[in-house]
């Protein structure tokens, strides 16, 4: 499980390294305007989901010593980030994606290491998919 | 710490996968292409039960709110104005 898990992660580490940015499934052409940006909106917003998911199934695993995986400090801040993030998206707030980029940017900075090492492969993909939108 | 772990891996799996697919993914050109209602009705329906889940995490896990400061002491006017009655003459 490990391996598959370890190998699921290199994929999605490398295809999105390999590229510099992750760009979002292409909106099938028969949609409208407004359909597609619904449809782009939604991939974004299953990426950031992603993120967010992670760190709160991590900050619900407990250590040994009873210590979350992920602190309820930087599961916070990324569920505000997020909440703040998708609302932004929602509201096509101008410069939205390089805003949420920064302050991303910013709590993977500032994580510890072995927060790191669980949410850094996330970071990363989430990261390259705004960038791909900046 | 490594069953915490695997078992966190296990429980992120399916939705990593949706998440490659959704980004890296290609329609199956024998489906239909989704109808513009549908689009919109999904992305709606995730918006809002997203948005929820994070108004949930943050109901339950509530920011510890330092004490409130001591309140200023009370003055006792006699005090502010200046009555040494406690002085001895």
Known sequence: VRKMFASLLLVVALSASATGCASVQTAPPTLSPAAQQAFKYLQVQKVLDLVRDVAVDANAQKKIDGAPLVSDATTRELVRLHETAIKMMNASTSGWAAVVYQQLTDIAAKAPPAEKSILGTYFGLALSTLKGLM | ?89
């Open chain 2, 1 to 89: 710490v490594n069953a915490a772990l695997v078992s966190l891996a296990l429980q992120e799996a399916p939705a990593a996968i949706s998440a490659i697919k959704a980004l890296f993914g290609k329609q199956n050109p024998s489906e239909p292409p989704p109808s513009d209602e549908q689009v919109i009705a999904a992305y709606r329906t995730a918006f809002q039960s997203s948005l929820d889940k994070d108004e949930q995490w943050l109901a339950s896990h509530p920011e510890d709110v330092p004490p409130a400061p001591p309140a200023p002491a009370v003055v006792e006017e006699h005090a502010a104005a200046g009555d040494d009655a406690g002085s001895v003459e």
